[in-house]
């Protein structure tokens, strides 16, 4: 039994409470001696009778702590006589700050108590809650190394911060109306709004259909109210695109049906943006023609605040950043790039440290992964080596690993936008800072002309780091298992071995062996890129001939143009090959009518999805055929029988698109599926794993989900990471992890 030590915990033990929480446990067991944060580490100096129950406590940790390591030392010098909270002094960097979290009930309380020194402060929150990642610059987790720094506590929150029975004893972000940060309200000419309560003058305008731009937590949002969303789309130029609400939680099941699940997802911590079938799949057209809405609840103060006065139920909350750029932080920027976009802004005079998106969230898979659940880290032991991986070009993040630790950032966009580039070279900057800036291998993608591989060279050469190239889709793998298995990747874009973009992918083997052994059928892409903006390209390139030109000139398509396609194809020139399951649902949503220019990334098979929801689908044959190892399903078939089915519409009715719709989803995720199952008999694997954007897509999921469990075999999807290309850097950094190990 021992009755003294020194105690060094390692985890995400800073930002959570810690110090506080020993603290108390010190006292409930009458123990002497010290803590103090050592760089991202809690130490500990304890001595009394209970010392060991005491050490048990501390294993366990106050709620948003995650103890990866508990250390027990001789303690050497003596403890001092009573237990006190020591100066923070720097040290190793092997934990992590958590990310921001929604405000606690506790304080929600507090803002709303009449007459309570808290009364309707927006940025009230304690050590339970409130931003984190977003302000801190550096480590150990103090005030003065956040964005707090210039905001002293008054004394009365200098009472409660030095109070151990108060949940504010040594909250960083402690802050009241007198102390802390405040608030503003400016018209679109930069002039101060002359209003009593800033809060709620706000709510007024947008009851009144203002468009105001919020300065919160991770950068700003564009707020309107339902009545006001046309308005909005027209004024950024996205008049497809749907928005996500923000919404009274009372109201929530009036406009859309929520699992148990969903609501739990909903009402968490981390408040993501959770996407819904609506109850009625054609009402809230101005917020979403699609069959969904993402809805997401209050989750800061201001947001509560905002609520309590507002009439209205919902607001439209979308990022004020435009789609794949980062998101916009400080009011002069804002003011300059959204003075048409927006009647007002409100903001707030607390630097925004460290940027965030929402995070969304889809029937439990995350699609974004960014506030509240980033950064995220995972324990995976790749060795002693130091591993930065610096991701795909699209939808990307980046992944730091050390020690047993992969942490991968927030959401940092499309890194093809200088601007993205940017932020992506600043979000490794600072988690390097924060959790060491030594590389010794550098991961990226293997296509050689991303601004991300050049970025990894550039680093590489500057370190000293070894480069792993890593494909995409066999990253997609890796973020998903390192076991043997059989992996699908169904996604629009990924550079293959041989130069083509793959996109609908079976691997067989073991990370980082891992064997393509299936496709889908290689078909071409007029105009390259440009079809995937205009699908009725990618129609032809699947199925030229007369009939699709029959169809492309009754929409418009002239004589010249169609024939400017046809020599294009006939002659390849600017024709990129690819097996790509999102083109060929692009292709098939464009035959049907349902979307014939994509303005949004991933629009043409999100609306085919919404085509289907109502459809019944027919089982169509499939055709499967082999090119030297591996087999291959023929989409030309599956497209032509589409064809087939859409004339008949047009001609007699008796097809609905809705059907045709659904009908080719489920035969696609049919033959993608009997692809997995095939490989897996031929290769004696028990194991499928389903990775890649369209398997957001629940039809397509749940099929070929169906059809592998019905084949006997064990089917898995990785619930932690984002299904589409937000894992590529955690895979990126399993790769060449498990290859430097090997």
């Known amino acids: 039994m021992h009755r003294s030590g020194k105690i060094i915990i390692r985890g995400i033990v800073q930002g959570v409470g810690f110090r506080p929480f020993v603290y108390r446990k010190a006292r409930e067991f009458g123990i002497s001696g010290w803590v103090k944060n050592l760089g991202s580490e809690v130490e500990i100096c304890a001595e009394g009778d209970r010392f060991e129950d005491f050490l048990h406590a501390v294993r366990t940790g106050p709620p948003l702590s995650r103890i990866d390591r508990v250390q027990l030392l001789p303690s050497g010098d003596p403890c001092s006589q009573d237990f006190v909270i020591l100066p923070s002094s720097s040290g190793a960097l092997s934990g ?21 020194r808290y009364e309707g402060y927006w940025a009230t929150s304690c050590v339970n809650c409130g931003p984190r990642y977003s302000i801190i610059s550096d480590l150990p987790y103090d005030r003065e190394r956040t964005s707090m720094d210039r905001f002293p506590p008054c004394p009365a929150c200098s009472l409660e911060y030095h109070d151990p029975s108060c949940r504010r004893h040594h909250a960083q972000t402690i802050a009241c109306s007198d102390c802390g940060p405040r608030l503003r309200l400016f018209d679109q000419d930069g002039n101060d709004v002359e209003c009593g309560d800033v809060i709620r003058e706000t709510a007024m305008l947008l009851d009144n259909g203002s468009i105001i731009a919020i300065r919160g937590i991770g950068g700003f949002h564009l707020a ?3 009545e006001s969303a046309w308005e909005l789309k027209s004024r950024l130029g996205r008049s497809e695109q749907p928005f996500a609400v923000m919404i009274r939680p009372d109201y929530v099941d009036r406009i859309v049906k929520v699992s148990a699940a969903e609501r739990l ?10 996407v819904l079938e609506k109850r009625d799949p054609s009402a809230h057209p101005d917020i979403s023609n699609l069959h969904t809405i993402g809805c997401m609840l209050p989750y800061t103060g201001l947001h509560h605040l905002l609520f309590s006065y507002l009439k209205h139920p919902l607001l439209i909350m979308t990022s004020a950043n435009m789609p794949g750029y980062p998101m916009i932080t400080d009011i002069d920027q804002a003011m300059a790039k959204l003075n048409r976009d927006a009647d007002f802004f409100l903001t707030h005079d607390r630097r925004i440290v460290n940027r965030a ?11 974004r992964l960014s506030r509240g659940m980033a950064p995220k880290r995972v324990a995976i032991d790749l060795g002693p080596s130091a591993i930065l991986a610096v991701g795909p070009e699209l939808n990307s993040n980046t992944t730091l690993y050390r020690d047993g630790f992969c942490t991968t950032s927030p959401h940092v966009g499309n890194v093809r936008n200088p601007r993205t580039f940017e932020y992506l070279k600043e979000t490794i900057e600072n988690l390097g800072r924060l959790l060491g800036s030594r590389y010794d291998i550098i991961a990226h993608d293997a296509h050689p002309q991303f601004l991300s591989t050049r970025y990894a060279r550039e680093l590489a050469e500057a370190s000293g780091a070894g480069l792993v190239p890593v494909q995409h889709h066999r990253a997609h793998v890796a973020a998903s298992t ?24 079976v691997f067989a083997g073991q990370v980082p062996d891992l064997e393509r052994v299936a496709h889908l059928e290689v078909v071409p892409m007029p105009g390259g890129d440009l079809a995937t903006t205009y699908p009725e390209r990618m129609l032809y390139g699947i199925l030229p001939g007369n009939d699709v030109q029959e169809i492309l000139s009754s929409r418009g398509w002239t004589e010249v143009e169609l024939e400017i396609l046809n020599t294009q194809l006939s002659q390849g020139l600017n024709v ?13 949503s464009a035959l049907l009518g349902v979307c014939r220019e994509k303005t949004y990334d991933g629009e043409p098979a999100m609306k085919l999805e919404a085509a289907a929801v109502s459809g019944k689908p027919l089982v169509w044959d499939l055709e499967y055929s082999r090119d030297g190892a591996c087999e291959i399903l023929s989409t030309r078939t599956l497209c032509r029988r589409a064809l087939i089915e859409y004339q008949l519409e047009r001609k007699t009715g008796s097809r609905k698109i809705a059907d045709i719709a659904a009908s080719f989803q489920y035969n696609l995720a049919r033959g993608i599926a009997g692809l997995a199952v095939h490989a897996a008999r031929d290769r004696d694997l028990d194991l499928v794993i389903l990775s890649g954007g369209v398997a957001y897509n629940r039809a397509i999921r749940e099929t070929i989900s169906d059809q592998v469990r019905s084949a006997g075999l064990e089917f898995m999807i990785n619930a932690d990471h984002p299904l589409g290309d937000g894992c590529i850097s955690f895979g990126q950094c399993i790769y060449a992890g498990l290859l430097k190990k090997r």
């Open 96 to 116: 992590m700050i958590p990310p921001d979290i929604a405000t606690c009930d506790e304080c929600l309380a507090d803002i709303s108590r009449p007459g309570g």
């Open 224 to 226: 309107c109210i339902e």
């Open 357 to 367: 998106d929402d995070s969304v969230v889809r029937d439990g898979y995350i699609i």
């Open 482 to 505: 390192t076991e043997s298995c059989i992996g699908i990747t169904i996604d629009g874009v990924g550079y293959g071995d041989d130069g083509t973009i793959w996109g609908g992918e």
């Open 265 to 274: 997802t909903l009402e968490s911590s981390e408040r993501p943006i959770v």
């Open 576 to 588: 990129a090959q690819t097996s790509s399951t999102g083109r060929v649902l692009d292709a098939v």
